[in-house]
Antibody, heavy 119, light 107 residues
């Protein structure tokens, strides 16, 4: 059974930092691109970042470029998102998702972790 | 970056009815388009990829079509379980990804 479990969310002050983690199981982790997608309360989905199989390349949305960094540890089947200089508009549920380059879609999602940026 | 525009943002429908949602890309994405269903408090569910290929386990009442810049998701006979919000998503190789704004299907 494919499983993605996010952790690390919480309440942080504007300007603060947070590191999200996503633990994967049930599939060959190093064979897949992985992504972070977020959803602000009552809003739509926003792609945040993705990383290739062996960290050859990473891509970030303009809204987080220079502040967020995606990384992975294939030896631990884990994905990370380091979030710095957080703003109120970063408040959202953050999902990690498995991305299929053959399908061009996110075929497996975690349950999400809530990040709240507020003073 | 490629912008995805979905319409309508909300639609009202009845059980047994036919529903069509449109997604337009700001430039050609060939057939690199996926559709998702999301229910309140849940993660999205992967429905369709490459514009028209159903993910395993998705009921055949769902179908997708289109290429280039214009795409549609059709639900042929709406079931109670289908009331949800639907999103399209584009994929460009070695570039940013993006979602449409969503379409809420309600009674």
């Amino acid at each position: 059974q494919v499983l993605l479990v996010e952790s690390g969310g919480g309440l942080v002050k504007p300007g603060g930092s947070l590191r999200l983690s996503c633990a994967a199981s049930g599939f060959s982790f190093s064979d897949y691109y992985l992504t972070w997608i977020r959803q602000a309360p009552g809003k739509g989905l926003e792609w945040v970042s993705y990383i290739t199989t062996r960290d050859e390349a990473t891509y970030h949305a303009e809204s987080v470029k220079g502040r967020f960094t995606i990384s992975r540890d294939n030896s631990k089947n884990s994905l990370y998102l380091q979030m710095n200089s957080l703003r109120a508009e970063d408040t959202a549920i953050y999902y990690c998702a498995r991305f299929g380059t053959l399908t061009g879609g996110f075929d497996c999602w975690g349950q999400g972790t809530l990040v709240t940026v507020s003073s | 970056d490629i912008q995805m525009t979905q319409s309508p943002s909300t639609l009202s429908a009845s059980v047994g009815g036919r529903v069509t949602i449109t997604c337009r890309a700001s430039q050609s994405i060939d057939n690199w388009l996926a559709w998702y269903q999301q229910k309140p408090g849940k993660a999205p569910k992967f429905l369709i990829y490459k514009a028209s290929t159903l993910e395993s386990g998705v009921p055949s009442r769902f179908s997708g079509s289109g290429s280039g810049t214009e795409f549609t998701l059709t639900i042929s006979s709406l079931q109670p379980d289908d009331f949800a919000t639907y999103y399209c998503q584009q994929y460009t190789h070695n570039g940013p990804l993006s979602f449409g704004g969503g379409t809420k299907v309600e009674i």
